[in-house]
């Protein structure tokens, strides 16, 4: 057919470099500690396995805010499930997120005073 218009190919963008995919991939697992409530959650499963009852009674704060965050932990690994009769029991996904949590206190120990009045961090 004379005159007819093929229509322009898209041209998927170029993906980013690995590395920065490593980096953003990164950004992401420490997000999920970034939130006040979850990293709570995980310090108290730090101490051992416990119920969702129990997290609820430990942090005071509604059942649906609990089983929200632990959704998220959950979803990326950092908590992992067992069922005990009719009770969920949650405990650490991965032994080396201790190791992440204690490497992180000893930082902040040291830095208390600049991480808690930087401007940077939202």
């Not at 057919?1 to 920065?20: F, L, T």
């Not at 009852?53 to 649906?64: R, T, Y």
């Not at 632990?70 to 032994?95: A, F, H, N």
């Not at 490497?103 to 961090?121: M, N, P, Q, S």
Request: proline share 7%; charged share 20%; net charge positive.
């Amino acid at each position: 057919m004379a005159g007819a218009q093929v229509p322009p190919q898209r041209v998927s963008p170029a993906p980013p470099p690995a590395d920065e995919l490593g980096s953003a991939l990164h950004a992401r697992f420490f997000s999920g500690l970034a939130d006040q409530t979850r990293l709570r959650i995980v310090r108290l499963l730090l101490e051992g396995p416990r119920s969702v009852g129990e997290l609820v009674a430990a942090l005071g704060i509604s059942q649906s805010r609990v089983s929200n965050h632990l959704s998220c932990l959950k979803w990326c690994g950092y908590v992992r499930t067992q069922r005990s009769g009719k009770y969920v029991i949650y405990e650490l996904g991965d032994p080396r997120i201790a190791e992440i949590v204690a490497l992180a206190a000893g930082i902040v120990a040291r830095a208390a005073a600049h991480v808690e009045f930087c401007t940077r961090i939202g």
